[in-house]
T-cell receptor, first 115, second 109 residues
């Protein structure tokens, strides 16, 4: 069964460093998403991406964040200068469509720890 | 603002039935999703409702009333593996998923 994959599973970094989280969405999906979940808190939408550009982004997704689809399979989230409060689980998701009823499939997540 | 409310935690007995409620106030409505999330893992899709009524899927059913801004997830014949958090999420007018904080379900033998 096709699935979303993410690497690395864990990332530890120093405050102020740049990190890149990687995702491989399901191959026939056209819409990609990043979410984060701070430990013990709710899932929060960061950004959606379609046709090589951002469709929607939340207030959380400020200038320190960027997304890219560098090739035909990878979808990346870059955090330029990490802060302590960026420590969270980051989930990538993908879906066939965007509108009513399209289920989003989630990857296993990357646990980011900023020291 | 947008808000989704669920109970924080519920406890039920193996083999029993449990109903997890969700109420929402969102800017627009384009469907309601229930996801299951085991600790430290990704959310996995359980059900989707966009029209009023009950959707049944094996041991799990989900109900929606759009006029009341209300949904519930019904789990029957509970098994120990059903111990997890259950997340209610609504697609708003921008087709963004707005998430509730989740209900932690504890199953006791």
């Amino acid at each position: 069964e096709p699935e979303v994959t993410q690497t690395p599973s864990h990332q530890v970094t120093q405050m102020g460093q740049e990190v890149i989280l990687r995702c491989v969405p399901i191959s026939n999906h056209l819409y990609f998403y990043w979410y984060r979940q701070i430990l013990g808190q709710k899932v929060e939408f960061l950004v959606s991406f379609y046709n090589n550009e951002i469709s929607e982004k939340s207030e959380i997704f400020d200038d320190q964040f960027s997304v890219e689809r560098p090739d035909g399979s990878n979808f990346t989230l870059k955090i330029r200068s990490t802060k302590l409060e960026d420590s969270a689980m980051y989930f990538c998701a993908s879906s066939e469509g965007y509108r009513v009823g399209n289920e989003q499939f989630f990857g296993p997540g990357t646990r980011l720890t900023v020291l | 603002g947008q808000n989704i409310d669920q109970p924080t935690e519920m406890t039920a007995t193996e083999g029993a039935i449990v109903q997890i409620n969700c109420t929402y106030q969102t800017s627009g409505f384009n469907g309601l999703f229930w996801y299951q999330q085991h600790a430290g893992e990704a959310p996995t899709f359980l059900s989707y409702n966009v029209l009023d009524g009950l959707e049944e899927k094996g041991r799990f059913s989900s109900f929606l009333s759009r006029s009341k801004g209300y949904s519930y997830l019904l789990l029957k014949e509970l098994q120990m593996k059903d111990s997890a958090s259950y997340l209610c999420a609504v697609k708003d007018s921008n087709y963004q998923l707005i998430w509730g904080a989740g209900t932690k379900l504890i199953i006791k033998p």
